[in-house]
Structures are given as structure tokens and as C-alpha cells.
């Protein structure tokens, strides 16, 4: 019962004594509340993991949940695409055409590139011209989220030792940094895309059905309610 607004912003997870050390969250350990969250054995009693501050993190919101960072990334490096393909898709809602039949595979490891890294990699790919019309629409997406490796942990270098690089420059000129800057760009140029695709998901699991276009005067009464009560 709060802004649907958290899922993109929120400084706070609820989060397991190992999610805080893969984030490495800087907290004073609650053992009583995890001990009881992780030794409980009476599958009648809910006990919540605790609430923990990511405000001193790098992560916010579902884009900083190392479930997704990992299922959008490949085994042994990120995939700007996935990730990018993933947010443009599930996020927002648009609908990208499937990639051509024979494109060539990137490495499958980071560190056996060449010398170059995975974000230079797939620049180049782009440089296709049947290519780049889907890429440059969800390619920058991926690149800010570079700074968190293939299973979401937060890195300033790749598994190679090199820099990495999260600046984007969108088609329309706009230009933001890593994921600080991607949610903010996602919560004022985005936002009523991602409020909708989030009306859509919603009323197509109330219904267990997809989305028709009958459904289309209810979304929009969905929304309207939303906007209204301040999200």
C-alpha cells in the first residue's frame, strides 16, 4: 500500500543476512531478527526478513536486485543487452522484433576480448546498420547498469581489471550516468510508460489472461486512479 513509484526508488530491502553481504551493506547485524527469519521451522508462522538501509549503497529499487542483474546477464560477463532488453520490454512495455537468424555471438567470458571491454564490444556490433535500430534503443539501458557484474555485485573495474564506463547518451541527446542517473530518467521522462506497463501486468494477473484491447478503458481509469492518489 505505498508509491509503485519504491519499485524504482526505494533506499530500503528486505534482505537476508547473505543478500547483505553480497551487497556489502554497511549495517550493525541484527542476529534476533534474522535468527528467527532463517531457523523458524513452522511453515504457519511469517516471520520477514529484516529492513535494511541502501541508502549507502550504489543500488535502489528492483534495478539493483542482483536477481534480476544476474538473470539478465550471461554466466561469466553482464550483457548490456539482456539487461537493456529486459527494461525496455518488461519495464516499459515496448515491443522489440527478435534479433536476425546467424548474429555473431559476443565472447563468453569478459576477460577474452581482445582488449576490449563488454560495453566496447557491443558498440561495435552496433555499427551494423540492420543492428543498430534495436540497439540503440535498449543498448544504453544496459550500459548503465555496468557498474554491477553478472551476478549483480557492485564493481568499478571488470573481471579484466578495466574501467568501467556508465555515461549514455540517449537517441534524443539526453544524457545521464549510471544507475542513478537511468532511474532518474526512468521516474520523469519514462514514468507514465512504466506506470501503465505496471497497470498491464497487474490487471493481466487479476485476470490470468493477457491484455486485450477491451481492457483499454479500464487501464486507463487505472492510471487516472493512480495519478490521483499520488501513485
Not at 3 to 29: K, M, Q
Not at 45 to 54: D, E, G, K, T, V
Not at 87 to 115: C, H, M, Q, W, Y
Not at 131 to 152: K, T
Amino acid at each position: 500500500d505505498r508509491d509503485i513509484r519504491l519499485l524504482l526508488s526505494a533506499d530500503y530491502g528486505f534482505l537476508s543476512r547473505r543478500l547483505v553481504e553480497h551487497y556489502c551493506v554497511p549495517i550493525e547485524p541484527n542476529e534476533t531478527a534474522w535468527t528467527e527469519f532463517e531457523g523458524h521451522d513452522d511453515p504457519g508462522q511469517l516471520f520477514n526478513a529484516p529492513r535494511i538501509s541502501l541508502a549507502k549503497t550504489n543500488r535502489r529499487g528492483v534495478l539493483g536486485w542482483g536477481a534480476v542483474l544476474t538473470a539478465t546477464s550471461h554466466p561469466l560477463r553482464t550483457s548490456p543487452v539482456l539487461r537493456g532488453n529486459w527494461l525496455v520490454e518488461t519495464f516499459l512495455g515496448e515491443k522489440l522484433p527478435r534479433p536476425p537468424a546467424k548474429v555473431p555471438d559476443l565472447p563468453e567470458s569478459e576477460i577474452n576480448t581482445n582488449g576490449l571491454t563488454i560495453r566496447q564490444l557491443v558498440e561495435k556490433h552496433r555499427e551494423m546498420a540492420s543492428c543498430a535500430v534495436c540497439h540503440e534503443r535498449i543498448d544504453p539501458f544496459g550500459f548503465a547498469l555496468e557498474s554491477f557484474d553478472a551476478i549483480g555485485r557492485f564493481r568499478e573495474k571488470d573481471l579484466a581489471g578495466r574501467p568501467v564506463d556508465t555515461r549514455v547518451t540517449l537517441k534524443d541527446g539526453t544524457r545521464f550516468e549510471g544507475l542513478g542517473g537511468l532511474r532518474t530518467y526512468l521516474l520523469t521522462k519514462r514514468r507514465d510508460e512504466f506506470v501503465r506497463q505496471f497497470c498491464r501486468k497487474l490487471l493481466g494477473f487479476a485476470l490470468g489472461r493477457a491484455v486485450e484491447l477491451s481492457d483499454e478503458p479500464l487501464l486507463k481509469r487505472m492510471q487516472a486512479d493512480l495519478q490521483r492518489k499520488q501513485y
